[in-house]
C-alpha cells in the first residue's frame, strides 16, 4: 500500500502509518514554499496596500510589485521572511496533509469503500483545523518581513524611517508584551480561511485524481497528483481569497502611514467595503492563485512519491 493511496482516491486504507506521512508532508511543503514564496510576497504586499484618497497606490499591478521590489530590495529582498516560513512550513504541511488523511482513515465507512462527499469534507475542515496552530504564528512573522519594504517605502515618502526587524526581535517583543497570544493575532481570521480552504480542497483533489491514469499497484502517476494539485489549489484559494485578505490586514503590525487599524474581523470587513469597496476582497487573488496552484501541486506529488517510505524500507 502506497502512500498515495490514501488521498489519492476515494477508497481508504486499511493501515495508517503516521511517521512516513509526517515526514513526507515536511518535505512537500519545503520544496514548495522554495520555490512560490517570491510569489507569496508579491500577494501579502498587494493585499496590504491601501488605495489613496485620490487612487494612487505603491503598485499597479503584480509585475509591477515585482519589478520594484527587485530594484529596491534586490533578489534576496523577495525571500525576506522565508526562513521563518521553511522553518514552520515542516509541521504545518505535515499537519495539515497527515491529519487529512488520518480523518479520512478513521472516517472510512469500510475497507475499499468510497468516502462520501460530506465525510471528505468534514475531514479536510478538521485537517485545516489542526494546522491554526503552527499557521497563525508562522503566517504573522512571515507578512511582517514580507511587507517591510513596502511600508519602509511608504514611510520614506512620508520623510519618516521604520527601524529594520527581524524575524526573532518581532518574536521577543510579541511575546514580551503580550506572552503567548500575542504571535496568535488573526487567529479567527486564519481559521475562517484554512478550514474553508481545506473543506474545499482535499475533496476537490481527491476527485479530480481519480480521473487520471493508475499504475499496477493502484496508486496515481505522478503528473496526474500534480495537475490535480494545481486545479484544486487554485480553485479553494480564489474562493477563500476574501478571507485571506481580512487575515493578511489583520495581522499586519506594522502599517504604513495613514493606513487603518482593525478590531477583529467584522471591523476589518466594514472598514475594507467602506474605503474601498468589494473588490478590495480580491486583491492579490490571481497572484494567490498562481502561488497556491504549484504549492499545492508540489506538495501532493513529492508526499505521493513516497521518499520517507522508501528510505525507511517500507516500500
Not at 14 to 37: C, E, M, R, T, Y
Not at 142 to 163: H, L, Y
Not at 200 to 224: H, M, Q, T
Request: with cysteine.
Amino acid at each position: 500500500m502506497t502512500s498515495g493511496q490514501v488521498n489519492q482516491s476515494s477508497a481508504v486504507p486499511q493501515q495508517f502509518k503516521l511517521l512516513p506521512k509526517i515526514i513526507n508532508g515536511g518535505i512537500a511543503g519545503i520544496i514548495g514554499v522554495s520555490v512560490v514564496f517570491p510569489l507569496d510576497l508579491v500577494k501579502t504586499r498587494l493585499q496590504n496596500q491601501v488605495i489613496g484618497p485620490k487612487g494612487e497606490k505603491m503598485y499597479s499591478s503584480m509585475l509591477d510589485c515585482f519589478k520594484k521590489t527587485y530594484k529596491t530590495e534586490g533578489y534576496f529582498g523577495m525571500y525576506k521572511g522565508s526562513g521563518v516560513n521553511i522553518l514552520l512550513i515542516t509541521p504545518e504541511k505535515a499537519i495539515k496533509l497527515t491529519a487529512n488523511d488520518m480523518f479520512r482513515h478513521y472516517l472510512s465507512t469500510g475497507p475499499g469503500e468510497p468516502l462520501p462527499l460530506v465525510r471528505e469534507m468534514l475531514a479536510g475542515g478538521s485537517a485545516g483545523a489542526c494546522q491554526i496552530i503552527i499557521t497563525t504564528p508562522m503566517e504573522l512573522l512571515k507578512i511582517q518581513m514580507q511587507d517591510a519594504g513596502r511600508v519602509a517605502a511608504a514611510a520614506k515618502s512620508e520623510g519618516k524611517t521604520i527601524p529594520k526587524i527581524s524575524a526573532w526581535s518581532l518574536t521577543t517583543d510579541l511575546f514580551r508584551k503580550r506572552g503567548i497570544l500575542g504571535l496568535y493575532q488573526g487567529t479567527g481570521a486564519t481559521a475562517l480561511r484554512d478550514v474553508t480552504f481545506s473543506v474545499i480542497y482535499f475533496p476537490l483533489f481527491a476527485r479530480l485524481n481519480d480521473l487520471g491514469p493508475k499504475r499496477e499497484d493502484g496508486s496515481s502517476v505522478f503528473w496526474c497528483s500534480f495537475l490535480a494539485g494545481c486545479v484544486a489549489g487554485s480553485s479553494a484559494a480564489l474562493f477563500v481569497n476574501p478571507f485571506d485578505v481580512i487575515k493578511t490586514r489583520l495581522q499586519a503590525i506594522n502599517k504604513a502611514p495613514g493606513e487603518p487599524t482593525y478590531n477583529g474581523v467584522l471591523d476589518c470587513i466594514g472598514k475594507t467595503l467602506k474605503n474601498e469597496g468589494p473588490t478590495a476582497f480580491f486583491k492579490g487573488g490571481a497572484c494567490r492563485m498562481i502561488v497556491i496552484a504549484p504549492l499545492f501541486g508540489i506538495a501532493q506529488t513529492v508526499y505521493y512519491l513516497g521518499v520517507a517510505e522508501y528510505l525507511m524500507g517500507l516500500k
